[in-house]
């Protein structure tokens, strides 16, 4: 849903309108009838890798990768 709020109302109300928008809310400020700008969250940056971190959790056959002729042939599609 988009709500359209105009300067007034976002001044008197602005935390909770930041509320909205943190929670997914489309929240547009006009003036004047016009709309502005649309205040949305700040994405959250993803925390660096950790190389290492699933070692020993982990178990990956040696032929996890080899795939059956037949298989391969109905995946580029020749027929067998």
Known sequence: MTEIV???EAKTTLSR??????AGE????AKAGEPLVKLVPVKRRAKPRVPGK???KV???DDFN?????VLDAFEGKSS
Do not use: F, T
Not at 17 to 22: C, D, Q
Not at 26 to 29: T, V
């Open 66 to 70: 080899e795939l059956p002729s037949d």
């Open 26 to 29: 489309d929240i547009i400020i």
């Open 6 to 8: 105009n300067m007034h």
């Open 17 to 22: 309108l930041v509320e909205r928008a943190r």
């Open 54 to 56: 699933w070692r020993g």
């Open 59 to 61: 178990w990956i056959a």
